[in-house]
């Protein structure tokens, strides 16, 4: 099983980023997928869900503004991040459920 | 939403030897299924997080028999054996049961 993330970097408040996740190593579309981030020197904080039907559940700090998805065909997680605030500067982890299998993590920093 | 509570925050451990992180829940963990979704995880520094235990006391795959956790309900301990270099870092404990998933605040194991 491997989860490469990429897509991070940084914005400025209020912009849009969109992170994916690339997975190999097992049946992708027989799972549900995870986002999870850490804010720098901070602990584990869960963000979305996807389920293997693409039904999605959100923390409360990251709805309406983040959107999880997922493309099958492609072997691929999303996370479309708008509205950027700099409390959401984290890396950005994707895992398996779980979670079992997590990535290496992406960095995205929310500053002017 | 589900609190994890961890303690301690930190804890030191001579080489060879045996501590015990606990976790609390702020209610059951038990889930519908019958299922209690209370894992264990360890972030070596620099790492992405790893997944040690799984359903409170199932061994993830090539996990050293050195880790074993226990409990039920709302009361959870993740015991570690023979403290090996390899297993400084950061533990953290999660649930699934509820959503949103939450993590406890982490616990810190360095050697004395």
């Known amino acids: 099983v491997q989860l490469v993330e990429s897509g991070g970097g940084l914005v400025q408040p209020g912009k849009s980023l969109k992170l994916s996740c690339s997975a190999s190593?097992?049946?992708?579309?027989?799972?549900?997928m995870h986002w999870i981030r850490q804010a720098p020197g901070k602990g584990l904080d869960w963000v979305a869900y996807i389920s293997s039907s693409s039904g999605t559940v959100y923390a409360d700090a990251v709805k309406g503004r983040f959107t999880i998805s997922r493309d099958n065909a492609k072997n691929t997680l999303y996370l479309q991040l708008n509205s950027l605030k700099s409390e959401d500067t984290a890396i950005y982890y994707c895992?398996?459920?779980?979670?079992?299998?997590w990535g290496q993590g992406v960095m995205v920093t929310v500053s002017s | 939403d589900v609190v994890m509570t961890q303690t301690p925050v930190s804890l030191s451990v001579s080489l060879g030897g045996q501590t015990s992180i606990s976790c609390r829940s702020s209610q059951s963990l038990v889930h519908s299924d019958g299922n209690t979704y209370l894992y264990w995880y360890l972030q070596k520094p620099g790492q992405s997080p790893q997944l040690l235990i799984y359903?409170?006391?199932n061994r993830f795959s090539g996990v050293p028999d050195r880790f074993s956790g226990s409990g039920s309900g709302t009361d959870f301990t993740l015991k570690i054996s023979r403290v090996e270099p390899e297993d400084l870092g950061v533990y953290y404990c999660?649930?699934?049961?509820?959503?949103?998933?939450?993590f406890g605040g982490g616990t810190k194991l360095e050697l004395k």
């Open positions: 359903k409170v006391s």
């Open positions: 999660y649930q699934g049961t509820h959503y949103p998933p939450t």
């Open positions: 190593g097992f049946t992708f579309s027989s799972y549900g």
């Open positions: 895992a398996r459920t779980g979670p079992d299998y």
